[in-house]
């Protein structure tokens, strides 16, 4: 569903279905007021969903007249967010929008039209954050060269400015003064109370277990180095190889229906730090070798870092791993992630004294890097012994030899 | 340390070589006509417009070609220069690759990328020629060097011509060549001309005789004498994988088309053209196999039709994908040269 | 790991190679007997050989085109031009032979050719280039310019095992001067960039001998947070991590020791103009040598090679801007 394009007269921009199963979305933030003028495709607001957050484009040009849901403000699928009085858009003095910037910098006819002053040259960056935060440049102070703003400038400007709720209301947000000693805190976040429900929703459906094992990375250590990757990918690349032997692991449950699949989609749980956590998916990650796979996760790491993830690109995953090893914890019980039956969490990879065989079969102490490999698992769908056989697949992997 | 130079190597025709048996003989004789046969069907569909760039041959020097490449051993390798097609037939690479090749198609030896005989299927052991000459001397010299350091029984050949002479890189092989002691042959091509330059105006004293200043043996051998030159190469080649050296082989030839099909070689005196075409090579050898009670109608119409049939497949093949255009700059994995067919009886004895 | 000179860590990383893999041979002028020029290959004849230490005649033509024949068949050469600027001699062989050989032929030319490039000593035009640029405009060419031991190790062993021609690129001022850990035994370095220091209000991108310039030039420059970013493979040049610098930092500072007009610093300024527009909060400045011969006299010489307070120069007026 989009908005519909007509070239005069009053166009809605309503709240787009973003993914099947979505039914209702929440304005984030406008970054067009009343009486702005907007280009077709131009962004104008916003807005967020149970999954990610995605900017919504102008569905014809002409002038914003109406802002109907504040941020904040949660609607559903189909409404209408704002009217936009559709017609030609020229500016002021006569010359054509086309192909014209939002913030157009290093001419007079742009400086005018964002209201700088005459010959105060906007850098790109300067501009692409101003347009990110609705920005008017005019209150921003330049401490650059003659004036010119700077990113920290408008950096600093995005910290300290208190955006109104209406453009047209004259209300303004009272400075609250701090108490001396209140504690910090506040409400949780959209997505943290996503995250949160889908837990608990997790936990209270599913009979989770979870079932360890000691991998000796020795092998692994090696190869990464050779291919210039991180663990990841091989761990990702062992473990698809033991889901196709074991593809019970490598399924759905949904009420009493159990579907196992034969091709991987592998969720990789990626931190966005303090903002929560985001479980992009490698579809068909059986096809890919380890660098592909390296490749592939770290093109969707960047993005969910950045924003830029499709609706598309966190759903469908049928096993997911969790990797949150760098920071040095032992063991974890990861939650399962609903319908799959199965997580597999590896932690930090640190270097112990191991028994091994010496060179003459005797037992002998070695120095390896060992990792622990966590498997939370549905007992609905499986038993302890399959659990423990797949993690002994993904492990005989990782270390080699025969199989 | 003596050498010999400037000394003709040459078998008289009632002569029969110690070292051919008759099917050999036959064989050379089948590629020399296997190599002219391409060559015309090509310059045919040259003028056609089926074969894009530029067009060369080596119209009457089939011998130089064949004859060389009829002595190698399997495990030999050959850096082929433009007018030694023969090489290559006789290495084992099909007519219909060769013409597809010409014509810019995807099943091309280079798959399009590069053309005419700018060519070299590693897997029949040949390098493939560039365009500078004659820089593949260096390449065959470090072939050779490569196998002097493994121990291995084992020679390089390489072709390049009589103006090529005149380039620093001719002098560094020689001159490398010679230093080691490698196993590398060197087939100077003298086909009198390099495009419109006669060899007085590229040389004063003739190549040959460079061989002894590097410190190697140089031999004239009769160019057109397709028995000769296989004679001269398995002298050369044994010397090589003996450990005595490299050898310089001059091969007297005639250039007798243009220097490719845009010339029309009008500044070739017609005497000289007149002489050497009572020399053509695939004439002699066609004497020589007739005099033995083989049918050589019979061979030339079989090399015809096999050259019928290589070029309806070449015509029916595609051109490649211009998507294709930018793969390939750099290997993921080491490509291992294969070796070449080696047809001469004398492997197997 | 132990604490090497930038040229014992290309000589361990040599020598590594050639203990672990018998495919791997040297050849240059003087490198056998003699120890190499510059002493790289000091006792490897006494370790492997005269066959695998080989002492070529003054043919640099000659060394790269015997280097190709030996890759095809089989063999890793290691070839040392006694000066990079000699590699001129040897441009057909290594731009139309080996560069050109995988994409035409399908056939893959292991050579590694090792170029002791640069200067700051006194060397003279001949002796003091960084002919790096002529390579990556060649198709099929990597080319590779570490900045500290550790890398001129792992990048070694790394341009040995490529299955292609690598053009790298030692910078000999650094051979003696600049000191650090090497890992010990095996040690291969991926062909792509590193943050050299981290930071966010501006970045410098460079390589070889100019990274150190670079870290020295910023290490205190009023207060301001300069990443330094040494790209150390030009080809592949590492995109990604150019960009993710200029995402970061906004003002960009390119230093080529190599003459300025089409250095490797041009493509990344261009790079960047073109992929990171938007990031961008001034132009992106270069520090380049003109284009000069490198003279001889020191007083001319470090008056066109880009030197600290030139680099500390530009990102004052960069970050002031």
Known sequence: MSSSRTETGVVDVVMPQLGVSVVEGTVVEWRKAVGDRVEADEIVVEVSTDKIDTEIPAPAAGVVSELLVGAGETVAVGMPLARIEAGDALTDDGVPAEGQPPASGGDDAGAEATGNGAGRRLSPVVQRIAADHAIDLSEVEGTGRDGRIRKQDVLAHVETAQAPLHTESPFRPESVPKPESAPVGGTLSRMRRTIGEHMKRSLETAATCTTWIEVDMSRVERERAALGLTALPLVARATIDALREHPQLNAWLEDERHTAHDDVHLGIAVSLDEDGLIVPVVRDAHDLSPEGLGRRIRDLARRARAGELTADEVRGATFTLTNPGQYGALMATPVISQPQVAILDSEAIIKRPVVVAGPDGEDAIAIRPMCVLGLSWDHRALDGVLAARFLSAVRRRLEGGPS | MSVTTSVPVDHRRDEPPEHLTRADRVGLLRHMLLMRAVEERAMTLYRQGKVPGSFYDGHGQEAVSVGPAWAMAAADRLCVLHRDLGAHLVRGVQPAAILAQYMGRAAGVTRGRDGNVHFGDHRTGCVGMVSMLPDMMLVATGLAMAFKLRGQQRCALTWFGDGSTSRGDFHEALNWAGVQRLPVVFVLENNQWAYSTPTRLQFAVDPVERAAVYGFPGVVVDGNDVEAMFEAMRIARRRAVAGEGPTLIEAMTMRMHGHAAHDDQRYVPADQLAAWRERDPIDRQAARVAALGVDVDTLRAEVTAQVDEAAREALASPMPDPADATDGVFATEEVAMGDGAAPWSGWSR | ?321
């Open chain 3, 1 to 321: 790991m132990s604490t090497l000179t930038y040229l014992q860590a290309i000589s361990d990383g040599l020598r590594t190679e050639m203990r672990d893999d018998d495919r791997v041979f040297v050849m240059g002028q003087d490198v056998g007997a003699f120890g190499g020029a510059f002493k790289v290959t000091d006792g490897f004849l006494d370790e492997f050989g005269a066959d695998r230490v080989m002492d070529t005649p003054l043919a640099e033509s000659g060394i790269v085109g015997t280097a190709v024949g030996a890759a095809v068949a089989g063999l890793r050469p290691v070839c040392e031009m006694q000066f990079a600027d000699f590699v001129a001699c040897g441009f057909d062989q290594l731009v139309n032979v080996a560069g050109k050989m995988h994409y035409r032929q399908g056939l893959s030319v292991n050579i590694t050719v090792r170029l002791p490039s640069g200067g700051g000593f006194s060397g003279g035009p001949f002796h003091s280039q960084n002919p790096e640029a002529w390579f990556m405009h060649a198709p099929g060419l990597k080319v590779v310019a570490p900045s500290t031991p550790e890398d001129a190790k792992g990048l070694l062993t790394t341009a040995i095992r490529d299955p292609n021609p690598v053009v790298f690129c030692e910078h000999k001022n650094l051979y003696r001067r600049v000191k650090g850990e090497v890992p010990a035994g095996e040690h291969a370095t991926p062909f792509t960039a590193r943050v050299a220091r981290e930071g966010d209000d501006l970045v410098v991108i460079a390589y070889g001998a100019m990274v150190h310039t670079a870290l020295e030039a910023t290490e205190d420059l009023d207060g301001a947070r300069v990443m330094v970013l040494d790209l150390r493979s030009l080809v592949p040049l590492d995109e990604e991590a150019i960009l993710a610098a200029v995402h970061r930092c906004s003002k960009v500072v390119v230093v080529d020791e190599a003459n300025q007009t089409c250095a490797a610093g041009a493509q990344v300024a261009a790079l960047i103009a073109q992929r990171a527009f938007e990031d961008l909060d001034g132009p992106v400045v270069r520090v380049a040598t003109p284009d000069v011969p490198i003279p001889f006299s020191p007083p001319l010489e470090q008056a066109v090679l880009p030197d600290v307070e030139r680099v500390r120069e530009a990102c004052r007026e960069l970050l002031a801007y």
